[in-house]
């Protein structure tokens, strides 16, 4: 079975500093992780994934992911914290088959001025 | 290409009240899902369609049921609303089941049952 478990459920930093949201998983087989973000009463949206190519993956809005096997982590990182990446951010997994994804519990990014 | 639409975007319901969460999509996604968020849990799946005429159990189905209308629609229905189903409800598309595939998400019908 699969799950994944997000490593803090607020993280606080400063417009300019570096951002980092960790992530781990667990998976039976070789998954798909994604990352997708959610900014306040609208829809997710999807930041970057991973299906067994690069493992440095890069997404939309400077944010990039590293998927690590013997970690069996997916953390997601940006250089530089802007305001409008203040967001909740889900990490998710998928073995694919018929069903669905599993999401983590989300993290929510404040960033302060 | 509106992408994968919802209606409504919010309703309150009192319990027992039924009512059906519609769902749409234009991009001829062959999958669809439904999941509910509620605060600290993520997204939980109710149910999905990997293609037309076919629905299945996700984690939390029970008090729903759901109908794949047509290739488009997949709908999503409360037969007798509990306060415990107060949620945000959202749906979501992906081209075929298979796990490289992403899903593109709905912007989610929010629901208070009292």
């Known amino acids: 079975a699969q799950s994944v478990t997000q490593l803090d459920s607020h993280v606080s930093v400063s417009e300019g500093t570096p951002v980092l949201l960790r992530c781990n998983y667990s998976?039976?087989?070789?998954?798909?992780l994604f990352w997708y973000v959610q900014h306040p009463n609208k829809g997710l949206q999807l930041l970057l994934k991973?299906?067994?190519?690069?493992?440095l993956v890069k997404g939309i809005n400077g944010f990039e992911a590293e998927f690590k096997k013997s970690e069996t982590s997916f953390h997601l990182t940006k250089p530089s914290a802007h305001m409008s990446d203040a967001a909740e951010y889900f990490c998710?997994?998928?073995?694919?088959?018929?069903?669905?994804?599993?999401f983590g519990s989300g993290t929510r990014l404040q960033v302060q001025p | 290409n509106a992408g994968v639409t919802q209606t409504p975007k919010f309703q309150v319901l009192k319990t027992g009240q039924s009512m059906t969460l519609q769902c749409a999509q234009d991009?001829?996604?062959?999958?669809m899902y439904w999941y509910r968020q509620d605060p600290g849990m993520g997204l939980r799946l109710i149910y999905y369609?990997?293609?037309?005429?076919?629905?299945d159990k996700g984690e939390v189905p029970n008090g729903y049921n759901v109908s794949r209308l047509n290739k488009r629609e997949f709908s999503l229905r409360l037969e007798s609303a509990a306060p415990s189903q107060t949620s945000v409800y959202f749906c979501?598309?992906?081209?075929?089941?298979?796990?490289?595939?992403?899903?593109?998400f709905g912007p989610g019908t929010r629901l208070t049952v009292t």
């Open positions: 979501a598309s992906k081209p075929e089941p298979g796990q490289s595939y992403e899903q593109y």
């Open positions: 998976s039976s087989y070789s998954p798909s």
């Open positions: 991973y299906t067994s190519a690069a493992t």
């Open positions: 998710v997994v998928s073995e694919g088959g018929r069903r669905a994804l599993t």
């Open positions: 991009m001829n996604h062959n999958s």
């Open positions: 369609s990997a293609s037309e005429g076919t629905t």
